[in-house]
């Protein structure tokens, strides 16, 4: 109770809670003297008359919802049967006090002229009050059931967005590692062959390329021409150890530029064409990295010559960095996207990835 009196909605902040009730209680009551106010035509009575006197029982009816609203706050934990029942009390000493104010103001506004007391026209009054004070109940119960569904689903989403991105975290902390062991194994290959100039270079190259993508949000989205420049820098590291048996080729037309990608999707498969293409074959690989556009389809693939032992092995199972790319973007692009890794000809294998084509401006 304590801590639903102090925080009665995570939606909105108490003082919001506040500024919103006040301006709701202030509608609703300027709608039932809109609505009220024709009445006096009906009664033969001037309704310019006891304008000021209804004026103030608005400010009280104000005062009073305020009030209501607190208290239904406080309970917003209890049961619907004890809030109705409150609501009804509430509404029912609310009515009995406003109506014989009512009078009272009528009574004077109407001086000279003796305005004669009788129990009909109050229990008139204390019905008609009942009405507006138990439907203003209502109003904020509702009010209060609308906020707390929103703040389940603010907490759903917000779940939700955490859930994914601690999955894209712990994708990309998985090909780190991954990458890293790979191209270690290849600085070492090149300090045995003793190459050690290319060996430093290829540090160095990355060294520059993890300054640029170790630092990248997973969740974030890359233009298609930088996702390319970064897959770029990676080659230059791989082409320290295969410049002579690594041929690359880009096929991405210029239009597909701006296509919106995650961050560095395109890195697993060109490690693992370079990995079972160029490291299996003795001769030149080629390795085409493409782009189309199908509709409202983007699709990305990376195909490279495999060796004939690589070939006779059949159909595998995706590895790690494929199985990443597979779970990244079903994660990104839920029902949207997928991947199929294959050998489409003698001696030829693609990974391609289909996902939904986003521009650049929207």
């Not at 709608?31 to 008359?49: H, V």
């Not at 409202?296 to 159909?315: C, F, K, M, P, Y």
Request: neutral net charge.
């Amino acid at each position: 109770m304590g801590q639903t009196a102090t925080v009665p909605t995570s939606a909105l902040d108490t003082n919001r809670l506040r500024g919103t009730t006040l301006r709701l209680a202030l509608v609703y009551a300027a709608a039932e003297y809109l609505i009220s106010s024709p009445t006096w035509f009906f009664i033969g009575d001037n309704p310019i008359k006891p304008a000021l006197g209804k004026l103030v029982l608005d400010v009280v009816f104000v005062l009073v919802a305020m009030f209501i609203a607190h208290l239904l706050i406080r309970m917003k934990e209890m049961g619907y049967v004890t809030q109705i029942t409150v609501c009804f009390l509430l509404s029912l000493v609310a009515s009995l006090c406003t109506s014989m104010l009512d009078y009272y103001l009528y009574y004077l506004i109407m001086l000279p002229a003796v305005a004669p007391f009788t129990l009909t026209e109050y229990g008139y009054a204390v019905c008609y009050r009942m009405s507006i004070f138990f439907g203003w109940s209502f109003l904020f119960v509702a009010l209060l059931n609308h906020l707390d569904v929103r703040d389940r689903d603010l907490k759903l989403i917000a779940s939700r967005e955490e859930a994914l991105s601690a999955q894209m975290r712990a994708l990309q902390y998985q090909v780190n590692p991954h990458f890293l062991f790979n191209t270690l194994n290849s600085v070492t290959g090149l300090i045995e062959e003793g190459a050690s100039e290319r060996a430093e270079r290829m540090i160095m190259s990355l060294s520059s390329f993890l300054r640029s993508t170790l630092e990248l949000d997973p969740m974030r989205e890359l233009r298609l021409a930088d996702e390319l420049a970064l897959q770029n820098e990676y080659l230059k590291i791989e082409k320290e150890r295969f410049s002579d048996r690594m041929v690359i080729r880009f096929d991405v037309p210029s239009e597909l530029n701006g296509a919106m990608v995650p961050s560095l999707i395109l890195q697993p498969l060109i490690e693992n064409a370079v990995k079972h293409g160029v490291g299996r074959s003795p001769g030149k690989v080629e390795i085409v990295i493409s782009a189309a556009r199908n509709g409202q389809t983007l699709h990305l693939s990376v195909e490279n010559d495999v060796a004939a032992n690589v070939i006779n092995r059949g159909a595998q199972s995706l590895g790690i960095g494929l199985a990443n790319v597979a779970h990244r973007v079903k994660a990104h692009f839920p029902g949207e996207a997928s991947l199929v890794a294959e050998h489409v000809a003698a001696g030829r294998f693609r990974a391609s990835l289909q996902m939904p084509l986003r521009m650049e401006d929207g």
